[in-house]
C-alpha cells in the first residue's frame, strides 16, 4: 500500500511537471489502475507462492527473493556501489540517455510498479531504469545493485507496455538473482571492481583520469559478463512472476522473444542475443510456465498496456 502511495505521488509530481494535460491524465489512469490490480495480486501473489517462486528467509548466504543459497563477495551495498559509479559511463558507452524526460519518466512508471506491486520490494536494491539513446542496437542489460537499461532500438521493436514491463522485469530478475555479482565471484573480479571505483570514488565525481580510466575498465568487465542458460531461465521466470504480478499479461514475455527472435533472422542480430541467447526456446519455456500458472487461461484482468503505451511512448519514439 505504501509503495502505491509513493508511487501515485511520484506519478502525480510528473504529471505536475508536465504542461501537457491528456498526457497528464493517462498518467492518473496509470495510477489508478494500481487500486483494481491490489484485489488481482493476492490471488496471483498465492499462486507464485504455492509454486514455489517466492520465499523469503532472510538470511544474508540466502537470496530474500528466490530463495536460492549463493556464492558472493560482494554486500548488496557493494553492488549497488559499483552500478552507481559505472550507471554514466556505461550510459555514455551506448550513446547517452534518450533525450526525452516524459517517455524516461514513462519507462520509469512502467519500473515502479514492477518494483512496488511485487516480490521485488523484498530485494535490498534501489531500482534505476535508464532509456538509452541508440536507436541502431536492441539491447537492455543491468549492471549489480539495480542500474536497468534500454535502448532505443530495443523499445521501438515494442508493441506494448506488457512487453516492456518484460524487458524490464528480466533485467530485475538479474539484478535480484544476483547474477552479476556470482560471475564476478567466479572470476575473482568483484573485489577488484570495488576497490577500482572505491578509489574513483575517492577522487570526486569522474574527476581525474584515473578514475575516469578505473570506472571505463570496471564497466567493460560488467559488459563482458555472460550469463549462462540458468541465469537468462531464473531472469526469465522471475520477469514473468513480476510482471504478472503488476498486472500485467504474462503472454507480453513471449511476444518478447517473438520480436527479438524476428529481429535476429531480419538481419543484423540484436545485440541482446550475445547475453541472452536461444529466444526460441526460452518462448517455449515461457509458454509452459504461463500455462502452469494459468490453467484456465490468462485472467482478463491482465492487461497489455497497449493503448497507453500507444498515447504515451509511440509518438516520442524515433
Ligand atoms: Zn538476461
Known amino acids: 500500500m505504501a509503495g502505491g502511495a509513493v508511487e501515485n505521488k511520484l506519478l502525480a509530481s510528473w504529471a505536475v511537471a508536465t504542461t501537457d494535460s491528456r498526457l497528464a491524465q493517462d498518467i492518473f489512469d496509470f495510477g489508478r489502475r494500481s487500486v483494481r490490480k491490489l484485489l488481482l495480486r493476492l490471488l496471483i501473489g498465492g499462486i507464485f507462492a504455492i509454486f514455489g517462486l517466492l520465499n523469503y528467509y532472510g538470511s544474508t548466504d540466502i537470496n530474500p527473493v528466490t530463495g536460492e543459497k549463493q556464492r558472493v563477495q560482494l554486500s548488496p551495498q557493494q553492488e549497488q556501489v559499483l552500478g552507481v559509479q559505472a550507471r554514466g559511463e556505461m550510459a555514455q558507452q551506448h550513446g547517452g540517455l534518450y533525450p526525452d524526460e516524459q517517455l524516461q519518466a514513462y519507462v520509469d512508471a512502467v519500473g515502479a510498479d514492477l518494483i512496488s506491486e511485487t516480490g521485488a520490494r523484498q530485494s535490498p536494491y534501489n531500482f534505476e531504469f535508464h532509456l538509452l539513446r541508440d536507436a541502431q542496437t536492441i539491447n537492455a542489460f543491468a549492471l549489480p545493485g539495480g542500474q536497468v537499461f534500454l535502448t532505443a532500438g530495443l523499445m521501438r521493436q515494442l508493441d506494448d507496455e506488457a512487453q516492456l514491463a518484460a524487458v524490464l522485469g528480466h533485467e530485475i530478475g538479474h539484478v535480484i538473482g544476483r547474477h552479476g555479482a556470482e560471475h564476478m565471484a567466479k572470476q575473482q573480479l568483484g573485489v577488484s571492481l570495488v576497490n577500482a571505483v572505491g578509489v574513483a570514488a575517492s577522487d570526486g565525481e569522474y574527476g581525474s583520469g584515473r578514475s ?30 513480476f510482471m504478472v504480478e503488476a498486472g500485467y499479461d504474462p503472454r507480453g514475455i513471449v511476444e518478447l522473444m517473438e520480436i527479438l527472435e524476428s529481429a535476429n533472422s531480419g538481419g543484423a542480430p540484436p545485440e541482446f542475443f550475445s547475453s541472452h541467447p536461444n529466444p526460441g526456446n526460452r518462448a517455449q519455456e515461457l509458454v509452459g510456465m504461463i500455462n502452469q500458472v494459468f490453467p484456465d487461461g490468462i485472467p482478463p484482468q491482465l492487461e497489455d498496456g497497449r493503448d497507453r503505451f500507444n498515447k504515451i511512448a509511440r509518438p516520442r519514439l524515433p
Open 212 to 241: 575516469a580510466a578505473a570506472i571505463a575498465q570496471a564497466v567493460n568487465q560488467l559488459v563482458s559478463l555472460k550469463y549462462g542458460r540458468e541465469d537468462e531461465l531464473e531472469s526469465d521466470r522471475l520477469g514473468l512472476q
